[in-house]
């Protein structure tokens, strides 16, 4: 769908907390981690803290995949796109940097941040316990680079009951690396990668960790250019897309005294890129507009948490600030400049604008956890959020008032539109688990809601024909989400069976004043956790998910068709994820996982273009299947150093774009393989990625424009890149 301001953009870890990471270091426990490589044949020993406190991964009752922050960094990934490919089940839908679309296991009806409007997406951004999904207009996507992360966590199926709204499909959680108390560190990491077609990537990471006495700081700094992959043949330009990304973070813990822990945040990150990444074909990495797209992006995040140990209990409090900054100046052309035609009036030849949108979010979490040991453990909890957006657009098109008249097309403007709009989250939690016998518990959880969303909008498209459009309304909803399992656990095999709730935040079109309604998803499955044999794991889960009143972008009706959001009906996704690691000898690990997704329509509806969607059309952007594959394998290097080498291959099913405007993209593979030497202070990696140079769809969607034409628009995998990697410890 286009993008533009509302016509278009509508029409467009914190750290849980010392005390908690105290426990997770001294836990065992096995992992089921995505495929990457492993520091060594024996099983990873990973505990998360999905469910607000920390479990061993393969005990949870539910499917959390998680990538440690280390082998991140040895891979060479370098974002959101690097980390979730490791994860089958995951589609990353690939846009501009930070504005990636991720969606788990199929739930997802828009492709592209483009399609948004002022919706709220399906999958939950976190930055430890921090939300980062906007709650009304897309802004940016917090996408973390991996260096200097702990891990990477992507919790499948809804959330309702712990982290509220947009976890409908799922969340994402980047767990931060932590202040340590006992040692200093330096550390300095540098990439350098030749891309097929000429260009040249590079990035310059660092990390700091100083410990002083009750306090320790740690510090990254990073800095990371990609070279462009687009040529636009309307601006006559070469890797036209080419990207900057900067920023750093700053966490300091301190431990005034051995029951309490203090663990501050501040982070910011900044991109830019010269021109939109989007192809007009994907057998070509070209596109062709007049002008180009440039964006410039800023997000801060602040974050206090505090722990403190009341006997049995751990009091937490985490308290927020995130900023979102876009500032974009798009070419319109295609996607309005024949909106002419439809006024009986000659088509326009440029449609040019600037949007400037800003979200300022202010989160307040408070937990009180059981710690003591006993068959019962639980957790309750409050959270508040007030979410403040705010948008102005304005496009014009340079000789449209000489072309349709200056009363028309007044010094050549086009649109101009202003929302401002609040949205408050208040809800109350609780989850408890009860241990029914030495190998059987029984848990719940549930969060009772309430949101209200205050809106208002400015909307003055060709005003002189077509007049001003204000919308001021308010609207309140609340609910409650309900989690239950059941689980078995012996001998390190384990059986569970959950049912969990989750919903997404309704609105307003501003277009048309039409509001759409919150939606809800019921998932339910079971699944297990299996250790056969020594050396071997192997992980199975079979799920089905409802889904009631989706919200969908369709046309508005009127005399102009404009994007908006409508709720239309149900939606059913039936899945089969797997996941194995074997040591097939000493230093030999085959890791792979696949999932199996049919998600489809389940009632028959017209879309506001006309098109009859009909009962079972497959949702968009979903494989039927995919899977990844890896071998690893440890060597001797040499000089005295430890060498690994891995392969992996990646497969990604076809898919449909759309559910009513058409638009499909092909099956694709990925190879990719590294080789990485190890010295007392330092890691040498070489690295292949996408060694058949394959042009893979992993983004994209159909537009129409203002006069009702259909185009697509695609986001391609990256070229064929041959890079090195340095990392040094100081």
Not at 645 to 669: K, P
């Amino acid at each position: 769908m286009a993008k533009s301001p509302l016509l278009g953009k509508c029409l467009m870890a914190i750290p849980v907390g010392l005390m908690l990471q105290a426990q997770c270091d001294s836990a065992q426990a096995q992992t089921q981690s995505a495929p990457a490589a492993a520091s060594s044949d024996q099983p990873q020993q990973v505990l998360i803290t999905a469910n607000k406190r920390p479990e061993p991964q393969r005990t949870v009752a539910g499917t959390v995949s998680v990538a440690r922050g280390d082998t991140l960094e040895s891979s060479g990934a370098r974002d959101m796109e690097d980390v979730l490919r490791l994860m089958p089940g995951v589609q990353v839908n690939k846009g501009d940097p930070d504005q990636s679309v991720p969606t788990v296991r199929g739930i997802g009806t828009v492709l592209s941040s483009s399609g948004f409007g002022l919706q709220q997406a399906t999958t939950g951004i976190y930055v430890g316990d921090v939300p980062c999904t906007d709650p009304v207009g897309f802004v940016a996507t917090c996408d973390i680079a991996p260096f200097d992360l702990d891990r990477v966590e992507v919790l499948r199926g809804p959330q309702g009951a712990l982290f509220g709204s947009s976890s409908l499909g799922g969340a994402v959680r980047y767990v931060l690396g932590k202040p340590d108390f006992k040692s200093r560190a330096f550390q300095l990491q540098s990439t350098l990668g030749a891309v097929a077609g000429g260009g040249t990537d590079f990035s310059n990471q660092a990390m700091a960790n100083l410990p002083l006495g009750q306090l320790a700081l740690r510090a990254v700094l990073q800095d990371r250019r990609d070279s462009g992959t687009v040529r636009n043949t309307g601006t006559g330009r070469d890797q036209a897309n080419a990207a900057h990304m900067r920023g750093g973070r700053l966490t300091a813990a301190w431990q005034p005294v051995s029951t309490v822990n203090v663990a501050l945040v501040a982070m910011n990150q900044k991109t830019d890129i010269d021109d939109a990444s989007a192809v007009d074909d994907p057998s070509q990495r070209e596109r062709n507009t007049a002008t180009a797209s440039p964006r410039r992006s800023d997000l801060s995040l602040y974050n206090l948490t505090v722990d403190a140990q009341l006997g049995g209990m751990l009091l937490t409090s985490s308290t927020a600030i995130l900023d979102k900054r876009v500032h974009s100046r798009p070419d319109w052309t295609r996607r309005a400049g024949d909106i002419g035609p439809l006024l009986g009036l000659p088509s326009l030849p440029l449609v040019t604008g600037t949007n400037d949108y800003d979200s300022r979010a202010r989160s307040q979490e408070l937990r009180l956890a059981s710690t003591a040991a006993g068959p019962l453990s639980w957790l309750v909890g409050a959270f508040y959020q007030q979410t403040r957006f705010k948008s102005d657009s304005a496009y014009s098109a340079p000789g449209g008032a000489a072309l349709w008249g200056d009363a028309v097309l007044p010094n050549d403007l086009y649109i101009t539109e202003k929302v401002d709009s609040k949205a408050t989250e208040k809800a109350l939690f609780a989850d408890i688990e009860w241990r029914l016998h030495s190998e059987w518990s029984l848990s719940a959880g549930a969060r009772s809601y309430r949101n209200q969303v205050d809106f208002s909008a400015d909307a003055r498209l060709i005003e002189a024909l077509l007049g001003v459009v204000t919308v001021n309304q308010k609207k309140t909803e609340g609910g409650t989400t309900p989690r239950v399992s059941l689980k078995y656990n012996a001998g390190g095999n384990v059986w569970y069976a959950t049912a969990s709730k989750g919903y997404r935040l309704g609105g307003f079109n501003p277009g048309t004043g039409a509001e759409y309604k919150t939606d809800a998803l019921w998932n339910y499955e079971t699944g297990v956790r299996l250790a056969p044999a020594k050396g071997l794991t192997v992980d199975a889960t079979v799920f089905h998910m409802d889904w009631k009143d989706a919200q969908v972008n369709a046309r508005q009706t009127g005399p102009v068709p404009l994007n908006g959001i409508a709720n239309v009906g149900k939606a059913k996704v039936d899945g089969l994820e797997l996941s194995t690691q074997w040591r097939v000898r000493q230093g030999t690990v085959l890791e792979a996982s696949l999932a199996l997704t049919g998600a489809k329509t389940a009632t028959d509806f017209t879309s506001n273009n006309g098109t009859q969607v009909a009962s079972g059309t497959r949702m968009p952007g979903t494989p039927r299947q995919q899977s990844t594959i890896q071998l690893s394998q440890d060597f001797n290097g040499p000089a005295d150093t430890a060498g690994r080498w891995s392969l992996m291959h990646t497969h990604v099913g076809g898919r449909t774009l759309s559910l009513d405007n058409g638009g499909t993209a092909a099956s694709y593979n990925l190879l990719d393989t590294q080789a990485s030497f190890a010295g007392k202070a330092w890691e040498l990696t070489l690295f292949v990625r996408n060694m058949a140079n394959t042009k893979g769809i992993v983004g994209g969607s159909p537009i129409s424009s203002f006069g009702g034409a259909r185009y697509m628009e695609y986001v391609l995998t990256r070229p064929r890149t041959v890079g090195a990697s340095l990392r040094l410890e100081l």
